[in-house]
């Protein structure tokens, strides 16, 4: 499995970008997929998920209401609309897969999907 994330660029304040993660193989839909994003100094956490088996969707507190995860299966794609951006959003945004499903509780475990992307740089400037 190979995934290669794109959409990352400098943007200003209360601007928005969209990412996107093509996800390689004929099996997209059997995936979990989820975004992280480390910052500059920090370690990688949770953005948001989108669960395979019922389609559900969860969020950080952080970017709840301004992010919204979703997925093409016809595309083998997977997306993550970033409005409203902050200063503090500026990292590297990296997509993640897990075959199967997983429980709500599992989702934001990084240790949980063992595909991952090679990221995209978001930079927003105030």
């Known amino acids: 499995v190979q995934l290669q994330a794109s959409g990352g660029g400098l943007v200003e304040a209360g601007g928005s970008l969209r990412l996107s993660c093509t996800v390689s193989?004929?099996?997209?839909?059997?995936?979990?997929m989820a975004w992280f994003r480390q910052a500059p100094g920090k370690e990688r956490v949770f953005v948001a998920a989108t669960r395979r088996s019922d389609g559900r969707t969860t969020y950080s507190d952080s970017v709840k209401g301004r992010f919204t995860i979703s997925r093409d299966n016809a595309e083998t794609a997977v997306y993550l609309q970033m409005n409203n951006l902050k200063p503090e959003d500026t990292a590297v945004y990296y997509c993640?897969?897990?075959?199967?499903?997983?429980?709500?509780?599992?989702?934001?475990?990084?240790?949980?999907?063992?595909?991952w992307g090679q990221g995209t740089l978001v930079t927003v400037s105030s």
């Open positions: 993640a897969a897990h075959m199967g499903t997983l429980i709500i509780s599992a989702l934001a475990g990084d240790r949980h999907y063992p595909y």
């Open positions: 193989g004929r099996t997209f839909g059997a995936y979990t």
